[in-house]
């Protein structure tokens, strides 16, 4: 299967920042839409925000004016700066990729944010 390699998890306090980052494959063509989703212990899944290739942004209600999506479409690459974190972000995070005609999706591995009070 195809991933995506995140990184940038970490433990920090509450009012702190941090920023993720997910690259797909050089090789892979049609990427549509990237996004971050995050899950906690016990919820379903969320999106975070997501990103079109032309640029168009999408942010959950909960971390829409905290957090920043951002892409690099010549290296495939996704961002994700998060500012004022708070407690009830801590998940693991999941940036996804949309691909193709068919919008095929690839996921990353997950990466650990917990952020303590």
């Known amino acids: 299967q195809v991933h995506l390699v995140e990184s940038g998890g970490g433990l920090v306090q509450a009012g702190g920042s941090l920023k993720l980052s997910c690259a797909a494959p050089?090789?892979?063509?049609?990427?549509?839409?990237m996004g971050w989703y995050r899950q906690a212990p016990g919820k379903q899944r969320e999106l975070v925000a997501r990103?079109?290739?032309?640029?168009?942004?999408n942010y959950n209600y909960a971390v829409k004016g905290r957090f920043t999506i951002s892409r690099d479409n010549a290296k495939n690459t996704v961002y994700l700066q998060m500012n004022s974190l708070k407690p009830e972000d801590t998940a693991v995070y999941y940036c996804?990729?949309?691909?193709?005609?068919?919008?095929?999706?690839?996921w990353g591995q997950g990466t650990q944010v917990t952020v303590s009070s």
């Open positions: 990103i079109t290739s032309g640029g168009i942004t």
């Open positions: 996804n990729a949309k691909v193709g005609t068919l919008n095929y999706d690839y």
């Open positions: 050089v090789s892979t063509v049609g990427i549509n839409v």
